[in-house]
């Protein structure tokens, strides 16, 4: 009878982590009309083309980061593996390897980092940051060993220009309905991510482990399984990322994704993804990537450094996770009662 009686504004505001999500949402439009105002260049279509298709990688880690961070874990081999899956791909592909054997083999040896990690920390117990820093430099020595401490070449020397822009268009510069296929890419992945850790069994016990991992145990939660695939999750969007940068330069580069693992913590934690595991909503992630491409996107076009973008961005890192901290401790809810 409660329920029926609740507007529907109020239900929504129940689903655990919506409100942090929604604030992000609302913070996301007030950032972005404030640089409009600044410089209406913001406004342009060009432009809001550009910052769709830039806030789709950070939106395809900050899922990978999200499933991982919500198990109460983290993966710092994430940016490893966006190196491992645009080097080996370019690599296959400058040899004469067909575009889709190429990328499916990157796709196996960043599954392999993803089920290594999860058995690492789900089984072995090792503490995630470890064990991931661990995988970090392994995925990275590979994409150093891959085409023997060199980036490659492009890609078209290999698979010739035709089937090499074919690839290229496909992951990032082609457009369906007006808007780049990065952007079409990453949301298609949003909505099957986002309906699996809301929608089923697997996204459940995400959460419980999360949560209070005893308890998960107490209730039958497969822990070993499930925190692999929260690994194995954050290794599939990894890889497409990988593709997405291999497909942006027409080549491998060793460097790629550098630093990647922290942007997805970034997106991640903005949109109200707890560090601490347990808490948080993919549609707070989808703002918190958008709200870290607008604020680069905007203080880029008002001429700011980076080194300002960079200080704004990790100030507001830093304010989302002391609220998470303090909003957990309950201190706010002391408070009120005194």
């Not at 929604?22 to 910052?51: D, E, K």
Request: some cysteine; glycine content about 12%.
């Amino acid at each position: 009878m409660n329920n029926k009686k609740q507007s529907p504004i109020k239900r929504l505001l129940a689903v655990k982590g919506m409100g942090a999500a929604l604030t992000a949402f609302v913070g996301l439009v007030i950032i972005y009309i404030a640089f409009g105002l600044i410089n209406s260049a913001v406004f342009s279509s060009n432009n809001i083309l550009n910052l769709l298709r830039s806030m789709s990688k950070y939106l395809l880690i900050g899922i990978a980061q999200s499933y991982v961070l919500i198990t109460g874990n983290i993966d710092l081999s994430i940016g490893s593996m966006v190196a491992m899956s645009a080097m080996i791909s370019a690599t296959l592909m400058t040899l004469g390897v067909s575009p889709l054997l190429a990328v499916l083999v990157a796709l196996l040896c960043c599954l392999v980092i993803g089920i290594i990690n999860g058995i690492l920390v789900g089984k072995f117990k090792l503490p995630p940051f470890i064990a991931t820093l661990g995988t970090m430099f392994v995925g990275r020595g590979i994409a150093y060993m891959v085409n023997n401490n060199r980036n490659t070449d492009a890609i078209a020397t290999g698979i010739g220009k035709e089937t090499g822009d074919k690839f290229q268009n496909f992951f990032y510069y082609g457009t369906t309905a007006g808007v780049y296929n990065t952007f079409w890419i990453a949301i298609i992945m949003f909505v099957i991510f986002f309906f699996l850790l809301s929608k089923t069994r697997t996204g459940r016990h995400i959460y419980a482990i999360g949560s209070n991992i005893d308890a998960a145990k107490l209730s039958g939660v497969n822990v070993v399984a499930t925190t692999t695939k929260a690994y194995l999750v954050s290794a599939v969007c990894s890889w497409v990322v990988g593709l997405i940068l291999c497909a942006q330069a027409g080549m491998g580069n060793m460097e790629a994704g550098n630093m990647y693992e922290m942007y997805g913590v970034a997106a991640g934690v903005i949109g109200g993804v707890s560090p601490l595991g347990g808490t948080g909503i993919l549609l707070g992630t989808l703002a918190g990537s958008a709200v870290w491409q607008t604020l680069e996107n905007g203080l880029n076009m008002i001429g700011a450094q980076v080194g300002i973008q960079r200080l704004v961005i990790g100030i507001i890192v830093v304010v989302a996770v002391l609220l998470d901290v303090v909003l957990r401790s309950g201190q706010f809810a002391k408070k009120k009662k005194g």
